[in-house]
T-cell receptor
Framework: DTAVSQTPKYLVTQMGNDKSIKCEQNLGHDTMYWYKQDSKKFLKIMFSYNNKELIINETVPNRFSPKSPDKAHLNLHINSLELGDSAVYFC???????????FGEGSWLTVV | GENVEQHPSTLSVQEGDSAVIKCTYSDSASNYFPWYKQELGKRPQLIID?????GEKKDQRIAVTLNKTAKHFSLHITETQPEDSAVYFCAISGNTPLVFGKGTRLSVIA
């Protein structure tokens, strides 16, 4: 059983396109996250979300938007893709509050 | 906001030697300090963590020490093995999601 799963694992797309990455967790966690890992391996929080609150990292462009149909899912939508969006995007989840987070396997996005 | 500095950025050790990675932070409200290991092409995975009411924690060859007064914590790996080669991330959290250090690429030379 995969605790945090995300699809697709690999995505190659052209500049200007709109794409989505899906994430699901079966851990019963209350909070989900999206992290971006760039080519230098830096891991940066993009969003955290539970059923009450969305916290957005202020450095994230508004072309990125999280959408959560229920507490087990947090999808990432990206509009008007740019070359600089190429990265690995990790979904993660945790119990409410400060605790260990569990990562999905990552989605490798390449914008050409 | 929370910020964490991690050193060194790269570390090479001979198999069997010890490796130490250190992180410093500034926010005294930080109270959770995990370490993650990321192998090439894989997800980051938790290897050990410590909370602010504890000074040291050990799990086999891995240990973490925390100095809350000085605001730093360290990962210690003893008797390193080639499979310890990976990127290691420290992280901190207080009332916000985990903030990660920039990572240390550890190479264990056989």
């Amino acid at each position: 059983d995969t605790a945090v799963s995300q699809t697709p694992k690999y995505l190659v797309t052209q500049m200007g396109n709109d794409k989505s990455i899906k994430c699901e967790q079966n851990l019963g966690h209350d909070t989900m996250y999206w992290y971006k890992q760039d080519s230098k391996k830096f891991l940066k929080i993009m969003f955290s979300y539970n059923n009450k609150e969305l916290i957005i990292n202020e450095t994230v462009p508004n072309r990125f938007s999280p959408k959560s149909p229920d507490k087990a899912h947090l999808n990432l939508h990206i509009n008007s893709l740019e070359l600089g969006d190429s990265a690995v995007y990790f979904c993660a989840s945790s119990t409410r509050g400060v605790d260990t987070i569990y990562f999905g396997e990552g989605s490798w996005l390449t914008v050409v | 906001g929370e910020n964490v500095e991690q050193h060194p950025s790269t570390l090479s050790v001979q198999e069997g030697d010890s490796a130490v990675i250190k992180c410093t932070y500034s926010d005294s409200a930080s109270n959770y300090f995990p370490w993650y290991k990321q192998e090439l092409g894989k997800r980051p995975q938790l290897i050990i963590d410590i909370r602010s009411n504890v000074g040291e924690k050990k799990d086999q060859r891995i240990a973490v020490t925390l100095n809350k007064t000085a605001k730093h914590f360290s990962l210690h790996i003893t008797e390193t093995q080639p499979e310890d080669s990976a990127v290691y991330f420290c992280a901190i959290s207080g009332n916000t999601p985990l903030v990660f250090g920039k990572g240390t690429r550890l190479s264990v030379i056989a």
